[in-house]
């Protein structure tokens, strides 16, 4: 899967309005909203947000986990091998 970023991929993401941004929305955009749903989820509703936006739930985890910070590059590269189709 080919992420819409409209960061540069050295470009750290610090916030989740940087994560928004490398998914190709921005912070005030659906993608903003559904990333600061996500954050607020607990596991159990994080596991049905899941079931409609796999790919934003990946992301947000990936994010997460990263330390200090993963690029927009990095997280493109993670998504490399996905297909378009998400299958």
Request: hydrophobic letters at 40%; glycine letters at 8%; aromatic letters at 6%.
């Given at each position: 899967?080919?992420?819409?970023?409209a960061?540069?991929?050295?470009?750290?993401l610090?916030?989740?309005?940087?994560l928004?941004?490398?998914?190709?929305?921005?912070?005030?955009?659906f993608t903003?909203?559904l990333?600061?749903?996500?954050?607020k989820?607990?596991?159990?509703?994080?596991?049905?947000?899941r079931a409609g936006?796999?790919?934003?739930?990946?992301a947000?985890?990936?994010?997460m986990?990263?330390?200090?910070?993963?690029?927009?590059?990095?997280?493109?590269?993670?998504f490399?091998h996905i297909p378009?189709?998400?299958?």
């Open positions: 899967m080919t992420l819409r970023s960061l540069p991929d050295d470009h750290p610090a916030t989740y309005a940087d928004a941004l490398a998914l190709g929305g921005s912070e005030d955009s903003g909203d990333l600061r749903l996500i954050a989820a607990d596991p159990r509703n994080r596991a049905r947000l936006f796999p790919l934003q739930v990946a947000w985890e990936i994010w986990g990263a330390a200090p910070h993963i690029t927009a590059g990095e997280l493109a590269d993670e490399a378009d189709d998400h299958g």
